[in-house]
């Protein structure tokens, strides 16, 4: 192998090193944004009314 040959290589392996850091990155901050709009979309459910205590010996004669 010659000397540029080597030296090709390695250029290569460092662009691809630093487009592999690129990708993660812009990975991270999609599942960041994503989490943050799961969050919001949470908050936005209205909590639900509170359910009456079972009532003894009370029969529905309505239904």
Same mark, same amino acid.
């Given at each position: 192998?010659?000397?540029?040959?080597?030296?090709?290589?390695?250029?290569?392996?460092?662009?691809?090193?630093?487009?592999?850091?690129?990708? +993660?990155?812009?990975?991270?901050?999609?599942l960041?944004?994503?989490?943050?709009?799961?969050?919001?979309?949470?908050?936005?459910?209205? +909590?639900?009314?509170?359910?009456?205590?079972?009532?003894?010996?009370?029969?529905? +004669?309505?239904?």
């Amino acid at each position: 192998m010659d000397v540029s040959a080597i030296a090709s290589a390695a250029t290569a392996m460092s662009q691809q090193r630093v487009a592999d850091a690129a990708g +993660t990155l812009v990975l991270k901050k999609a599942l960041n944004i994503q989490a943050e709009s799961a969050a919001q979309l949470l908050q936005a459910i209205p +909590t639900p009314p509170p359910v009456a205590p079972p009532s003894k010996n009370i029969i529905d +004669t309505y239904a």
